[in-house]
């Protein structure tokens, strides 16, 4: 038996401390995963960054996910206190989340017996969107578990949102079971926790606004021309920046639209554009080649560098070495990418989408735009690169308006949470004041 475990090996029993074991579900993706490829996002930092702060909490956490590979061990080591249990559940290569609904049985089962293989038992169970809260359900039989559920998007939300992408009607019926199933909901913003409370059938008040957070460490302010150099981007001309999965949602189309609109006035930027795959030849592939064709069609292929994905260590000098970063999102339930760039002082440019107009204070922290509009988002980004002084001003108040979301105040309150949950308490969950402010 793992030296580490502090309570019985047996369903039903209660440990001593309260949460003082957690798993982690997150089917559809692994914090292990390479960001920028298929559905290894925000979400997957998310689940990386919040578990590896909440260890020194005093949880222990095991985050369960779907195997993708032959390769992957069953156990993986994330960080101290924080295991990732790679779960074979159907074949052991990529299936895409919408195929996924009927491999959660046997995922739940599979967990189970991992549980019992490693001699531990769970205090709480922390599902992270709507194929994990499911998963959850499943699991509370075995393991007889209070379970949170974070949904990161909701299909109700995205179609509110007028994202023309169309949801399954499984999700949108789980969704719907998933919210009241739930012991509790964590809600990343005000507009999403208003939504979750109108959509439940119980009208009990359990959601809890907590938002995602950021490492102000890895994400500071930095020399431009130093990170420029040590990427070897070209200087001739400003910069622009995305960061994102290459996907319909995250509005890569209406960027490219805003570059090849670009209003007269000063020379049209280069975009960096992080995200998706290249070939062997450094060339965009899979879904990112499409990106490359529409930029080709709007003229403006030769204005867009195209990175790749890369790792997040990475990124904090992508951030300094541009001179504003766009995020075009149809939706947003946080805005990860935006609240990294102001960490590093930068300017953003965002549509005012789910999250992000609660994460940048318009005029102030940064500029937001109506949602798909190509014409404004040009305007706003035109503004912001051809005036210095404006630019560094919100720069400045950027990383100001970041320390909020600091993983440190992000896992105390998700830490609450999780700790009222295991000692039983389903009223009263969330912190007496809500951490988005």
């Known amino acids: 038996m793992p030296t580490d475990y502090r ?169 719907r079971q998933v919210i009241d199933l739930s012991d509790s909901l964590i809600a ?82 280069r975009l960096v554009l992080i995200g998706g795959e290249l070939d062997e030849t450094g060339m965009p592939s899979g879904s990112l080649a499409a990106v490359a064709e529409g930029a080709e069609a709007a003229g403006v292929a030769d204005d867009i560098l195209f990175m790749g994905s890369r790792p997040q260590t990475d990124l904090p000098d992508f951030y300094r070495a541009v001179d504003v970063v766009a995020v075009p999102s149809l939706y947003e339930s946080f805005g990860l990418v935006a609240v990294e760039a102001m960490a590093c002082g930068r300017a953003v440019v965002a549509s005012r989408a789910g999250g992000l107009a609660f994460t940048i204070e318009d005029g102030e922290s940064g500029l937001l735009v109506p949602v798909a509009d190509a014409a404004a988002l040009g305007v706003a980004l035109h503004e912001v690169v051809n005036d210095a002084e404006r630019r560094a001003r919100l720069g400045t108040a950027a990383r100001v308006a970041a320390y909020p979301f600091s993983w440190e105040t992000v896992a105390s309150g998700i830490s609450h949470i999780l700790n009222r949950l295991a000692l039983g308490h389903r009223a009263d969950l969330c912190c007496d004041e809500e951490i988005f402010a």
């Open 7 to 175: 309570g019985p090996a047996v369903f039903g029993f209660e440990s001593d401390l309260p949460a003082s074991r957690v798993a982690m579900i997150s089917v559809h993706t692994s914090p292990l995963a390479s960001l920028g490829r298929a559905d290894a996002g925000g979400m997957n930092v998310y689940i990386r960054e919040l578990c590896c702060h909440l260890a020194p909490l005093g949880h222990d956490i095991d985050i369960f996910t779907r195997r993708v590979d032959a390769e992957t061990p069953e156990v993986t080591q994330l960080c101290p206190g924080v295991n990732v249990i790679t779960i074979t559940a159907g074949p052991a290569e990529p299936v895409h989340k919408d195929d996924l609904f009927p491999l959660l049985p046997e995922f739940a089962n599979q967990a189970v017996l991992s549980s019992l293989r490693r001699g531990v038992r769970y205090d709480v169970v922390h599902a992270h969107y709507w194929l994990s809260g499911w998963t959850a359900h499943l699991l509370r039989r075995f393991w007889d578990t209070p379970f949170v559920t974070m949904f990161h998007t909701t299909a109700h939300m995205k179609r509110s949102s007028g994202n023309s992408t169309i949801e399954s009607p499984q999700r949108v019926i789980t969704e």
């Open 188 to 269: 990343a913003n005000p507009a999403e926790r208003a939504d979750l409370l109108w959509r439940q059938r119980m009208r009990t008040d359990k959601v809890c606004t907590v938002p995602p957070g950021v490492d102000l460490d890895l994400f500071s302010p930095g020399d431009q021309d130093a990170a420029r150099g040590r990427l070897g981007l070209p200087d001739d001309r400003p910069l622009l920046l995305f960061v994102g999965r290459i996907d319909p949602i995250k509005g890569i189309d209406i960027l490219i639209r805003a570059l090849a609109g670009w209003p007269l006035g000063g020379p049209r930027p």
